[in-house]
């Protein structure tokens, strides 16, 4: 079965450097990835989505990578800011008709 | 746009009470709700997917008699924790699919406590 694993232990962040997240898979190749940001307390919020051929996607601060070979995507947060603390999930899907397979997350904290 | 509620926020039962949990999507009709439940530090668990006017497709583990699930309309769907217990504490959280397959809105959880 497919399992998503991202690093369990936090991430600390200099303010204004560069905080690069991972989310490797063990099986299938995903239709698509999805990262999204969830703070203490409350529900995810949908960040970005990648399709499985897609190389990279951007907005704003924000940049995705996916490698279907290493069978894993980056998530970068450039500039980074103190209000960018949050935990961080992947998820991705076979595509549209499968429910989402959830990563535990990342524990993001920017130091000012 | 795109905004999901769900009501209440924070809920405190006794053993062996029923609690119902609302989810709505406020400015979207939703084709598809799902349910989740997350334990502390841990990943989100589906518990259920439910489409509006048919019966939710429970995961497995997932108990449908405990758990009931009614998707009446295009943005409200209710969960039921029936005969509530201490181990069913945990933090809740419904999200909605509009017409894009591929984004999920999510509400902002509840917090179960069972005592």
Request: aromatic share 10%; net charge positive; hydrophobic share 30%.
């Amino acid at each position: 079965s497919q399992k998503i694993e991202q690093n369990s232990e936090a991430l600390n962040i200099q303010e204004g450097k560069t905080a690069t997240l991972t989310c490797n898979y063990t099986n299938y190749s995903p239709a698509y990835l999805q990262w999204y940001r969830q703070d203490p307390g409350r529900g995810p919020v949908f960040l970005l989505l990648i399709r499985e051929n897609e190389k990279e996607k951007r907005k704003e601060r924000l940049k995705v990578t996916f490698d279907t070979t290493l069978k894993q995507s980056l998530f970068h947060i450039t500039a980074s800011q103190p209000a960018d603390s949050a935990t961080y999930l992947c998820a991705l899907a076979r595509d549209s008709n499968y429910q989402l397979i959830w990563g535990a997350g990342t524990k993001l904290i920017i130091k000012p | 746009g795109a905004v999901v509620s769900q009501h209440p926020s924070r809920v405190i039962c006794k053993s062996g009470t029923s609690v119902k949990i609302e989810c709505r999507s406020l400015d979207f009709q939703a084709t598809t709700m799902f349910w989740y439940r997350q334990f502390p530090k841990q990943s989100l668990m589906l518990m259920a997917t439910s489409n509006e006017g048919s019966k939710a497709t429970y995961e497995q583990g997932v108990e449908k008699d405990k758990f009931l699930i009614n998707h009446a309309s295009l943005t409200l769907s209710t969960l039921t924790v029936t005969s509530a217990h201490p181990e069913d504490s945990s933090f809740y959280i419904c999200s909605a699919r509009g017409q894009d397959p591929y984004e999920q809105y999510f509400g902002p959880g509840t917090r179960l406590t069972v005592t």
